[in-house]
């Protein structure tokens, strides 16, 4: 099941998507992250999206992120230690 953010992912929004993330975790689906649409970005976001992973690791849910995120995100991604939102390889149009 994809999801795709809203322009602003930051503290204010985090509730939200963390309500998100829960109820598609509860539900066993797999869950591709798509962000495509996100401009501004925050740490709270990067460590909401950390433990969901470890979250959905731990239930053997499929979590994926695709690597939609622009440039300049992707570069404040690897920069504070969350490189794993670039890709995850396999999926197609991702880096590799």
Same mark, same amino acid.
């Given at each position: 099941?994809?999801?795709? =953010?809203?322009? %602003?992912?930051?503290?204010?929004?985090? /509730?939200?998507?963390?309500?998100?993330?829960?109820?598609? #975790?509860?539900?066993? *689906?797999?869950?591709?992250?798509?962000?495509?649409?996100? %401009? *501004?970005?925050? #740490?709270?976001? =990067?460590?909401? #999206?950390?433990?969901?992973? $470890? /979250?959905?690791? %731990?239930? /053997?849910?499929?979590?994926? =992120?695709?690597?939609?995120? /622009?440039?300049?995100?992707?570069?404040?991604? $690897?920069?504070?230690?969350?490189?794993?939102?670039?890709?995850?390889?396999? #999926?197609?149009?991702? *880096?590799?």
């Amino acid at each position: 099941m994809p999801m795709e =953010f809203k322009p %602003r992912c930051t503290v204010d929004s985090a /509730s939200d998507i963390h309500k998100e993330l829960m109820q598609a #975790l509860e539900a066993g *689906e797999a869950l591709t992250l798509d962000f495509s649409t996100v %401009r *501004e970005i925050d #740490l709270t976001f =990067f460590q909401l #999206l950390a433990a969901a992973q $470890r /979250s959905f690791e %731990r239930a /053997s849910v499929p979590l994926h =992120f695709t690597a939609t995120l /622009s440039p300049e995100l992707a570069d404040k991604a $690897r920069l504070t230690g969350f490189d794993f939102l670039v890709a995850t390889p396999g #999926l197609p149009g991702e *880096e590799m």
